[in-house]
């Protein structure tokens, strides 16, 4: 089955940190530019963070930016998104997307070509 699965989601302290993975299962990641995204509670779906195929390329949504880290390990087939300083306003759905095109663009949901069924970070005291 052709998949990608997050994991790594928890609950944490304001000010504590997480690693969340993004790994594929029946394909390889390495032609796919990864993306994270998050929604929150009665909230639009947010882009994150997006990493090229190569890892050469990377973006970052302006709040998590300083803060959250996203790389690769293509031999392990995973993309990682390394939280710190986690905030409560980090608490959300954190989805992650795999698109064959390999670049980091801005397109439909519909457009990616697998996505991750998510998993919950919560930042609370």
């Known amino acids: 089955q052709l998949q990608l699965v997050e994991s790594g989601g928890g609950l944490v302290q304001p000010g504590g940190s997480l690693r969340l993975s993004c790994a594929a299962s029946g394909f390889t990641l390495d032609y796919y530019a990864i993306s994270w995204f998050r929604q929150a509670p009665g909230k639009e779906r947010e882009g994150v963070s997006c990493i090229s195929n190569s890892g050469g390329s990377t973006n970052y949504a302006d709040s998590v930016k300083g803060r959250f880290t996203i790389s690769r390990d293509n031999a392990k087939n995973t993309v990682y998104l390394h939280m710190n300083s986690l905030k409560p306003e980090d608490t959300a759905v954190y989805y992650c997307?795999?698109?064959?095109?390999?670049?980091?663009?801005?397109?439909?949901?519909?457009?990616?070509?697998?996505w991750g069924r998510g998993t919950q970070v919560t930042v609370s005291s």
């Open positions: 997307a795999a698109d064959r095109a390999g670049l980091c663009r801005v397109v439909a949901a519909r457009d990616y070509d697998y």
